[in-house]
């Protein structure tokens, strides 16, 4: 088994300007811990599937779930999480929901985490 090496400083000197310009750009914890929420939600690959099709189209319930081979009820959950989380928005055309991406951010976090992952 290799052992992971870490490398550590011979001298415990803090470089104080660096702490402190780091310390200016960093959010404060909440906001890091919204991110880190928002980042938990792109851990699913079934919202990550509704996600590409609505990259595509807006498209109800019944389409996703035919789309994805899965339950109308198993849908309506993932896209309730989505949309409680700000990422789809929906439009009601008589007695049918319409899913959509809810603004041009969500398809611009799932083109670069695409990118990183073919590099």
Do not use: W
Not at 11 to 18: P, S
Not at 77 to 82: E, G, N, S, W
Not at 101 to 109: E, F, M, S, Y
């Amino acid at each position: 088994m290799e052992e992971l090496s870490v490398e550590r400083c011979e001298l415990m000197y803090v470089h104080e300007d660096i702490v402190k310009k780091v310390e200016q750009e960093m959010p404060d914890d909440e906001r890091l811990f919204d991110l880190a929420e928002l980042f938990k939600l792109f851990g699913d690959s079934t919202r990550i599937r509704i996600l590409y099709l609505l990259f595509e189209s807006e498209m109800c319930v019944c389409d996703i779930a035919q789309m994805l081979h899965m339950t109308q009820s198993a849908i309506s959950h993932q896209l309730a999480i989505l949309k409680k989380s700000k990422l789809v928005k929906n439009r009601r055309e008589g007695k049918t929901v319409f899913y959509s991406l809810a603004d041009g951010h969500v398809r611009t976090i799932i083109d670069q985490g695409m990118e990183h992952v073919t590099e």
